[in-house]
């Protein structure tokens, strides 16, 4: 191949590479404010309902930002993340064996939102060392096709790529589903020999801080944990 074709093909590379990903991105960031909405009014539903019974125990949201929103129910506190770049799923993965991709690689560009299940205290009381666990990845392509991947449930809401949209309905069943796994994902007591050691230190700032190192499970475990 000569200079002149190298150059030809580098550039029609970058140009479909780019006009792909861009698309990919722009219609995950619309389905994230679509998500925004839907959790909103979400609260609002429940509120309406739990305020009859007791205030306290009323959901709230809170905007971060463009990338991130959050929604403090109970004890919990479910995270949801855009990520800024576009993705190609590992030739491991099951969308590769559906004919949708096979036909047509690009559909199996994503982008991805990612939902963290994180206690409510451990950002009340910054607690950095506390650990939070990836309850779901929604993955969202050029035609606004979407696959979840995530724990129980969770991970049964749609794997095929070629028949699923993103809608209202949809999103509000993963968002519902995410708050339930994680209202029943419970706290456990950690083993007695990972705390029944503590250094000065440690117990001075756990005093001024009231650190000590929270999960609902020791360990991130998203891809192993079978619970």
Known sequence: MNILNTKAAI????MDKASLKQVVYKNTKEIFEELR????????????ELGEVD???LLSFEDKGEFEYQIKIASDILVFSLHTNVFQF??????????YVKTDPDNAYSGIINVYNFLADSF???RYEDLGYLVARIFINREKHY???????LGLLQTDLSVSTADHDNLRNIVETAINYSLNFDLLVPPYDNVKIMSVGQ?????????????????FQ???DDV
């Open 222 to 224: 998203f891809k192993s």
């Open 37 to 48: 909405a839907v959790v909103e009014n979400l609260i609002e539903e429940y509120n309406s």
């Open 55 to 57: 205030e306290n125990i």
């Open 147 to 153: 696959i979840v991947e995530g724990k129980r449930q």
């Open 124 to 126: 009340k009381y910054t």
């Open 203 to 219: 117990m001075f700032e756990k005093i001024q801080n009231a650190r000590i190192p929270t999960g609902k499970r020791l360990g």
């Open 90 to 99: 590992n030739r491991d993965h099951n969308v590769w064996k559906q004919a």
């Open 11 to 14: 550039l029609s590379t970058i």
